[in-house]
């Protein structure tokens, strides 16, 4: 039989259980406070949104106002919609590509209004590729075929440039997925300083033109990036209202199947070469 004495079990203090409880708190908190703070699901108030349409408000701000108000478009309540038109043509020129890019498809949802047709002329012209070929696709609603050599572009590899010269190191191997702001390489300069390199557009590594740890010039070609199936889905369905009969070829590659798709760009292939063969029988 033992002789050790058990020691009897003291309740945990009042600053133990308040410590607890303040850790519980915010295991729940600061997901909450995470997700609230990226989810555009809350209605903004009509203050909220003059506040949010302003250039100094923070870009997430403004695209979730845009958000809302595209969806007061969708629901047909285009009056009501229509009185922030004003602060949404002054946003053509903001800072910021993602809202400009968000503010590209959301003019594309009122095919009517002649402002937003003008405007996304313009932003066609971009310096972000992701915002001209949102515009590209705006445009088709408006049966503008402006954007038709954007839209063949969304379909063709695309070519990323080192920002310095220096040493390059790429954080990706070949077939990786990749997002917009993804980071792709970095290139080290002879001042020992780095540089990042992005993708400003979705896709995969399709190939490496430079070896790992190689020294680069400033914007020499590194790596290809082949378009990801978003991408080739949007342009084969814009092409298929405005695509003509030299666009054949390039949209026949992808009747087949292609890696990194499914069934679905085959098949959309397919309807977008008929229908710009039918148009053309029928001019």
């Known amino acids: 039989m033992s002789t050790e004495t058990r020691r009897p079990q003291i309740p945990p203090g009042p600053k133990a259980k308040l410590l607890v409880f303040g850790v519980a708190i915010l295991m729940v908190l600061v997901p909450f406070l995470f997700w609230k703070g990226t989810w555009f699901g809350t209605v903004l108030s009509d203050q909220k949104l003059k506040e949010y349409l302003e250039r100094s408000a923070r870009p997430r701000d ?9 969806e007061q478009m969708g629901r047909a309540e285009r009056d009501l919609a229509r009185r922030w038109y004003p602060s949404i043509l002054s946003l053509t020129t903001h800072p910021v590509p993602e809202v400009r890019n968000t503010l590209a498809w959301l003019m594309g949802q009122d095919p009517r209004e002649a402002e937003f047709h003008r405007a996304l002329t ?18 088709v609603r408006f049966a503008d075929t402006q954007g038709r050599f954007e839209l063949l572009g969304m379909l063709r590899p695309f070519t990323v440039v080192s920002p310095k010269a220096g040493l390059l190191r790429y954080r990706l191997k070949e077939d990786d997925s990749v997002d917009t702001g993804t980071l792709l390489a970095r290139v080290e300069t002879t001042e020992a300083k780095l540089y990042e390199v992005r993708s400003v557009l979705p896709g995969f590594v399709s190939e490496k033109l430079v070896k790992d740890g190689t020294p680069v010039k400033e914007n020499q070609d590194i790596l290809i990036l082949s378009p990801s199936e978003a991408q080739v889905w949007e342009a084969l369905r814009g092409l298929y209202l405005v695509g003509q009969a030299e666009d054949l070829e390039m949209i026949q590659q992808f009747t087949g199947r292609c890696a990194h798709f499914g069934e679905r760009i085959g098949q959309q292939a397919r309807l977008t070469i008929e229908a710009i063969k039918k148009r053309n029988l029928g001019a």
Do not use: F, M, W, Y
């Open 62 to 70: 403004t695209q979730h106002a845009l958000l809302q108000i595209s």
């Open 122 to 139: 313009v932003l066609l012209k971009d310096e972000n590729p992701l915002v001209r070929r949102n515009a590209a696709l705006a445009l």
